[in-house]
């Protein structure tokens, strides 16, 4: 029977599916967490053969015991994943610690984490990069800057999500970046006029798709972030064919295996020095499942289940489970404290035979996701745009 460690099975919530289908699928899944065993759900409690809890994920030393203690027990570790961007170095140092084979190591790291180093991976493949410089000083900055022109957005080299992201328009914000910066190396790139669009797909031990779906930011999710905003995005079920052959040259480039990934792209809105409009253009690998809620939208977009298809892929290497839906699932979220045209009541009243799901979002996703969200699924992308916008529409 084979052995599977699951870092951190709580978080995000929707993560017991992972594994649930793992258990069914007849592994031993065993699970390292900082939360009280109490406090986890019921059903993440009877998807774990075992639960190790620490007192901090961050502790390595008590993470590592945990590793060492389920050896003691179950024998060899065969998989051990978190699918969480967060702990992906955490991962890698256990694999290479305790000899697990499958998954990145430690040396693949840089290459995934650093997005200055994912864009050499792009170029082998011939996928076009925004032009780029590491912050250096403000000299520098500044000559890159008039090569390239106002505005550009710089974030941190080796970052999460849209965190510190600055979206700097002139000389006044780049002195204020400069001021306030963190002592930590930055990247500076050229501004994309596009749409962030993503490949996201179960890729198996051949590095062959198995699954294939993708996701449309309509409301910018750095500007999300750093402007307090409200967030909205869709699942699709058809992707354009550039962004398929792009995706799987990319899951080629960084010898992609036995995992799900989300890679991030964007489609330009206009011509401009990197291509012409409606162009794919990279931006950056996550090798872990598009966050929060969305591979639960993946399923609804598709009429399958993502959490089957990828613990299939680690028990068999396949899955014979199988999409019945080519619609849009999308996900709009508002931010407390705003003053909506729509209530929720009317959101009910008029969407009320597509809404799929409401409700708060976890706190610690909100930052990125904005506080309460609709979900609903339609046929098309335009009546799902429609839908975010309707949510949305503020009252001035």
């Known amino acids: 029977m084979k052995n599977f460690i699951y870092l951190s099975p709580n978080f995000p919530e929707n993560h017991w599916n992972f594994c649930h289908h793992l258990k069914l699928n007849g592994l031993n899944v065993l699970g390292i967490g900082d939360a009280p065993y109490d406090n986890l759900s019921n059903e993440l409690k009877n998807s774990l053969n075992e639960y190790y809890k620490v007192s901090s994920l961050e502790n390595y030393d008590e993470v590592y015991r945990a590793v060492a203690y389920f050896i003691s027990k179950y024998g060899r570790i065969d998989y051990l994943e978190s ?84 979206k700097i328009k002139n000389e006044e914000d780049l002195l204020k970046f400069f001021n306030n910066k963190m002592d930590i190396l930055y990247i500076m790139e050229e501004f994309i006029a596009g749409e962030v669009c993503t490949y996201d797909a179960i890729i198996n031990s051949k590095s062959e798709p198995i699954f294939e779906n993708g996701n449309v930011t309509i409301a910018n999710l750095m500007e999300t972030v750093s402007e307090n905003g409200n967030s909205a995005f869709y699942e699709r079920s058809i992707l354009p064919p550039q962004l398929i052959e792009y995706g799987r040259a990319v899951v080629k480039a960084f010898n992609v295996r036995s995992r799900m990934v989300h890679f991030e792209f964007f489609r330009l809105t206009k011509d401009q020095h990197i291509g012409k409009k409606d162009d794919i253009v990279a931006l950056e690998v996550n090798m872990r499942p598009s966050g929060g809620i969305s591979p639960t939208m993946m399923n609804w977009a598709n ?41 929720p009541e009317e959101v009910r009243e008029k969407y009320g035979p597509s809404l799929k799901q409401e409700g708060r979002v976890e706190e610690a996703l909100s930052g990125a996701m904005a506080n309460y969200m609709f979900i609903a699924n339609f046929k098309t992308e335009e009546e799902a745009r429609s839908f975010a916008h309707d949510v949305l529409e503020e009252i001035n």
Request: aromatic content about 12%; some cysteine; hydrophobic content about 35%.
């Open 303 to 343: 009429g399958t289940d993502v959490y089957k298809i990828w613990a299939d892929m680690i028990a068999f290497d396949s899955s014979e489970k199988e999409c019945v839906n080519k619609e849009v699932c999308v996900f709009a979220s508002r931010r407390d404290g705003r003053i909506f045209k729509l209530s």
């Open 83 to 166: 699918n969480n961007e967060y702990w992906l170095e955490r991962d890698a140092h256990l694999r290479d610690d305790f000899n697990i084979n499958s998954g990145f190591h430690v040396k693949d790291m840089d290459d995934m984490k650093y997005k200055s180093k994912m864009k050499a991976n792009y170029e082998k493949v011939n996928i076009p990069v925004a032009r780029y410089h590491l912050v250096d000083n403000y000299e520098n900055c500044k000559k890159f800057i008039e090569e390239v022109g106002y505005p550009v957005v710089v974030k941190p080299d080796n970052g999460v999500g849209a965190s510190d992201t600055h």
